[in-house]
């Protein structure tokens, strides 16, 4: 089983559109949650952390669940410029395979 | 601005030659980190070096070998070049901080091996 599992999509959403991404990991003594965004021919750059008590920063809110050994990602009224590859990281360097994002008009 | 730089944008090498990939950050970050990402399997983490003349094996290092000589610099060296490892390359660096560490990232080098 892979350490850290995504949904690679792709998911296309329309503009305005509320939409979510999971990924899963399975080494429960984890202790540090990331989601980078990476754009087409670009390296990948952080989006946000993901504490325990969740986190929120504009239309992103990043949610940890230990329980069930998960983070999430939801994005609020997409916009065109959301489209990108979303990759999770655990541990700082075990990068989960990515979920492709396009938004359309 | 942190800014990690890579040697090579694009290489193609031939299959047995010996090939090196370097990689230089200007921030002084005591971590390195090498990354190979094909399309359907993410980054996959091939080693990392948390100071001077330290390594360890990440996830994939067969094949691979890396020098770490100063603290700016990380090399990846491929002992004998091989057909499956074409690929995209990523160097990263961080700081070594408690807690959770935010990686940079450079632009990559795309490998072709013939």
């Known amino acids: 089983r892979k350490e850290v599992e995504q949904d690679p999509g792709p998911f296309n959403v329309p503009e305005g559109a509320t939409v979510a991404f999971n990924c899963t990991y399975s080494?429960?003594?984890?202790?540090?949650f990331f989601w980078y965004r990476q754009d087409c021919r670009k390296e990948p750059k952080l989006l946000m952390s993901?504490?325990?008590s969740g986190n929120e920063d504009g239309r992103f809110t990043a949610q940890l669940n230990r329980a069930s050994q998960y983070i999430s990602l939801l994005i609020r009224d997409s916009k065109l410029s959301d489209s990108a590859t979303y990759l999770c990281?655990?541990?700082?360097?075990?990068f989960g395979a990515g979920t492709r994002l396009t938004v359309k008009p | 601005d942190v800014k990690v730089t890579q040697s090579s944008r694009y290489l193609v090498k031939r299959t047995g030659e010996k090939v090196f990939l370097e990689c230089v950050q200007d921030?002084?970050?005591?971590?390195m980190f090498w990354y190979r990402q094909d399309p359907g399997l993410g980054l996959r983490l091939i080693y990392f070096?948390?100071?001077?003349?330290?390594?360890e094996k990440g996830d994939i290092p067969e094949g691979y070998s890396v020098s770490r000589e100063k603290k700016e610099r990380f090399s990846l060296i491929l002992e004998s070049a091989s057909t499956n490892q074409t690929s995209m390359y990523l160097c990263?660096?961080?700081?070594?901080?408690?807690?959770?560490?935010?990686?940079?990232f450079g632009p990559g080098t795309r490998l072709t091996v013939l």
């Open positions: 990263a660096s961080s700081p070594m901080s408690r807690g959770g560490n935010e990686q940079f």
């Open positions: 080494n429960s003594a984890s202790q540090s």
């Open positions: 993901v504490y325990s």
């Open positions: 990281v655990v541990n700082d360097m075990r």
């Open positions: 921030m002084d970050h005591e971590n």
């Open positions: 070096s948390y100071d001077v003349k330290m390594k």
